[in-house]
């Protein structure tokens, strides 16, 4: 069965500091990940992806995959109160072999102290 | 906004309604989902649908019905639901039905009284 394993938090920052948000994945051969941002209420954004072993960096925002550990992780740099919010880790595990599954960690909260 | 809309947003039904939840995309996308989120537990993918066609269905009880007209509509039908069925149900739509990026509707609060 695959699986993908998030610590639920909360995880409490203050202003300013690195968010570490944290992946881990049971299938091997999985070959897509993504992180959303899911606000209370509101449904999942998704706000980076990443395909390559290494880091990809959007803004405040850093995705890094490790396939061999079969981690992947989310840095936030200069963490903002508007940052506060559930992020989800979700892993594809097939590249175009007809697989459609998506699938979805419980999440992590996060909660930014100003 | 992600051109995704559903609705309605919120819907309280009985046991023995029948409803429908809308979903439409404005993307331009292939692929269309719909994902069921429940408290403290993991979103679960409940059916896709590729080119109009469906492509998975993640044993889902037939007490729920999707339809999918046209790559950018997609329909839910809900018929005798159970108090646990309660939930988010979020759409979701990608460029094609795997190895591309998901984006979410703002989902519709179901409650099953």
């Known amino acids: 069965q695959k699986e993908v394993e998030q610590n639920s938090g909360p995880l409490s920052v203050p202003e300013g500091a690195i968010a570490s948000l944290n992946c881990t994945y049971s299938?091997?051969?999985?070959?897509?990940f993504f992180w959303y941002r899911q606000y209370s209420g509101k449904s999942p954004e998704l706000i980076m992806f990443i395909y390559s072993n290494g880091d990809k960096e959007d803004g405040r925002f850093t995705a890094q995959l490790n396939k061999a550990s079969q981690y992947v992780s989310l840095l936030i740099r200069d963490s903002q109160p508007s940052d506060s919010a559930t992020y989800l880790c979700?892993?594809?595990?097939?590249?175009?072999?007809?697989?459609?599954?998506?699938?979805f960690g419980k999440g992590t909260k996060l909660s930014v102290i100003p | 906004e992600t051109g995704v809309t559903q609705t309605p947003r919120h819907l309280v039904m009985g046991m023995t309604n029948k409803k429908s939840l809308k979903c439409e995309q404005h993307?331009?996308?292939?692929?269309m989902y719909w994902y069921k989120q429940s408290a403290k537990k993991p979103l679960e993918l409940m059916f896709v649908?590729?080119?109009?066609?469906?492509?998975e269905n993640n044993s889902v009880p037939s007490r729920f019905s999707p339809e999918c007209p046209n790559s950018s509509h997609l329909f839910l039908h809900l018929h005798t639901l159970q108090p646990e069925d309660s939930a988010l149900y979020l759409c979701?739509?990608?460029?094609?039905?795997?190895?591309?990026?998901?984006?979410f509707g703002p989902g519709t609060r179901l409650t099953v009284t």
């Open positions: 993307l331009g996308h292939n692929a």
């Open positions: 979700a892993v594809e595990p097939f590249s175009g072999a007809g697989s459609y599954q998506l699938t």
């Open positions: 649908y590729s080119l109009e066609e469906r492509v």
């Open positions: 979701a739509s990608s460029q094609g039905a795997s190895d591309y990026e998901q984006y």
């Open positions: 299938d091997r051969g999985s070959q897509s």
